[in-house]
Nanobody, 119 residues
Framework: VQLQASGGGLVQPGGSQRLSCAASGRFFSIDAMGWYRQAPGKRRELVAAISSDGTTNYVDRVKGRFTISRDNAKNTVYLQMNSLKLDDTAVYYC??????????????WGQGTLVTVSS
């Protein structure tokens, strides 16, 4: 299973960016999907997650600015980031929790995409 993330880049403070992450390959099911990020010199943190039924969770610092969504038919998760701040600069990693087989649970990771917020 591969997760292909895209959408990173340079954006000005106050701007918007949309990240996408598509899962491909053979698997039994995909359950929760989400995004972590890691800023330089900091620990990786969970930014947002979405369950298979659409329930969402966000870290407090992005609530009201970021929106996570998914397209189950495309096995794709999105992160719409608005009102970006300098400290949103980080490498963003998508993940998917699922089952490789009916009995084997896995977490798969994307390769990371850099979002730089700078004027």
């Amino acid at each position: 299973v591969q997760l292909q993330a895209s959408g990173g880049g340079l954006v000005q403070p106050g701007g918007s960016q949309r990240l996408s992450c598509a899962a491909s390959g053979r698997f039994f099911s995909i359950d929760a999907m989400g995004w972590y990020r890691q800023a330089p010199g900091k620990r990786r943190e969970l930014v947002a997650a979405i369950s298979s039924d659409g329930t969402t969770n966000y870290v407090d610092r992005v609530k009201g600015r970021f929106t996570i969504s998914r397209d189950n038919a495309k096995n794709t998760v999105y992160l719409q980031m608005n009102s970006l701040k300098l400290d949103d600069t980080a490498v963003y990693y998508c993940y998917a929790d699922g089952r490789l087989t009916e009995l084997t649970r896995m977490r798969w990771w994307g390769q990371g995409t850099l979002v730089t917020v700078s004027s």
